[in-house]
């Protein structure tokens, strides 16, 4: 069955996150491995996280984690590098310890030093986060092309992997984000120019979500599937092009808008070939 399912919740417990993506009709799921908003770990008590081992294991859930939203890779800010590669590196342990496969980041921004500079810190961060650790799989995120973001062209994740040649490294594509950043995801010729570099087979998850704003608007504005510019015609697309529909697919689409959760996860896997 293909792996289709959606960021959920890890509130009261980190295991009740399986009882909620399989409530939902999940295959594969997203989560924070602590608070998003947060610099420090909140502690994950023994029992929870065998609890979460044996639901792994029990229901079979694909699981990815996504990095918190302070930390930022690509600074030149020495403090602020430093701090966000202990944070990589404490999320990382935190999946291993939890057997997460895959854990998503997102570049950062290069705060005006220029995106060369950017790219530079990105793969300094991500090299020494990787070597003190093991096991999880580092996945670098695409972005929507907000200023000074690193990322938001394909091309920079290329880069950073083509600097680290890790094979623990690989790429999460978020379809709103391309789509903002100006890649029409809709038509085959945009994806066969965006495969052409970059490696399908370092692809192991991809955010579907749908676009609130119009194509290369560089905002980052989720919406519900075929409630946005994508649309669902567009996602069928999207979704038969060779390759896409064996990976980890992940909503992280507004919850309580347009469709109920459950509803659009059955309607992202009407939409696979
Ligand atoms: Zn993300
Ligand atoms: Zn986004």
Request: glycine share 8%; hydrophobic share 40%.
């Amino acid at each position: 069955m293909a792996l289709v399912g959606r960021h959920v919740s890890i509130a009261g417990s980190i295991d009740l996150a399986f009882d909620r993506a399989k409530a939902l009709g999940c295959t594969a799921m997203q989560i924070f491995v602590t608070n998003p908003r947060g610099w420090k770990l909140n502690p994950i008590g023994k029992d929870s996280e065998a609890s979460f081992r044996k639901k792994r294991e029990a229901t079979g859930i694909v699981s990815v984690a996504h990095m918190p939203y302070l930390p930022n890779i690509a600074s030149s800010n020495k403090d602020a590098f430093s701090k966000s590669v202990e944070s990589l590196v404490e999320n990382m342990e935190r999946c291993s310890r939890l057997e997460i496969d895959y854990l998503v980041t997102h570049m950062g921004s290069h705060m005006g030093h220029g995106k060369e500079k950017g790219i530079e810190n990105v793969a300094q961060a991500v090299a020494a986060a990787l070597e003190r650790s093991s096991g999880v799989t580092v996945l670098l995120e695409n972005e929507a092309g907000h200023k000074n973001s690193v990322g938001d062209k394909t091309e920079d994740l290329v880069r950073v992997s083509d600097i680290i040649k890790d094979k623990r490294l690989g790429f999460c594509l978020d379809t709103c984000h391309l789509f903002a950043s100006g890649y029409d995801i809709t038509d085959h010729k945009v994806l066969d120019e965006m495969f052409g570099s970059l490696s399908m087979n370092k692809v192991f998850a991809i955010h579907l979500n749908d676009a609130k704003k119009e194509l290369g608007s560089c905002l980052d504005r989720h919406a519900n599937i075929g409630y946005g510019h994508i649309g669902t015609e567009g996602f069928r697309r999207f979704l038969s092009y060779k390759g896409i529909s064996t990976k980890a697919i992940i909503l992280e689409t507004p919850v309580g808008e347009d469709i109920s959760e459950a509803d659009e996860i059955t309607l992202a896997r009407s939409l696979l070939p």
